[in-house]
């Protein structure tokens, strides 16, 4: 059973920088597609980034370019999301989601297995 664990929220002030962890275990990760996305109080669940494990290739939207990088570690099998120059509307709940298909989706129904969030918060 597919397991996400993520870490390294907090609080930062404006322009600072966060990484966040999701740990993933319960099966081999060969194929899958794994994401960030976050969802504010009141706003809809939103793509951050996604990477495929195997090959590192990523996929972000144009708002998230630049500030934010999705990366994975294959043998200690953890998904980092670096994120800088923090702003206070990047505070949100953070998830971690993994996909079982090699194509990169922006759409949260697309991924069955999610983690249980790690809040955000950027001071002004």
């Known amino acids: 059973q597919v397991q996400l664990v993520e870490s390294g929220g907090g609080l930062v002030q404006t322009g600072g920088s966060l990484r966040l962890s999701c740990a993933a275990s319960?099966?081999?990760?060969?194929?899958?597609?794994m994401a960030w996305f976050r969802q504010a109080p009141g706003k809809e669940r939103e793509f951050v980034a996604a990477?495929?494990?195997?090959?590192?290739?990523?996929d972000y939207p144009h708002s998230m370019k630049g500030r934010f990088t999705i990366s994975r570690d294959n043998a200690k099998n953890i998904v980092y999301m670096q994120m800088k120059s923090l702003k206070p509307e990047d505070t949100a709940v953070y998830y971690c989601?993994?996909?079982?298909?090699?194509?990169?989706?922006?759409?949260?129904?697309?991924?069955?297995?999610w983690g249980q969030g790690t809040q955000v918060t950027v001071s002004s």
């Open positions: 990477i495929n494990w195997t090959s590192g290739g990523t």
């Open positions: 989601a993994a996909s079982g298909t090699h194509y990169y989706s922006r759409n949260r129904y697309d991924y069955p297995h």
């Open positions: 319960g099966r081999t990760f060969s194929g899958y597609t």
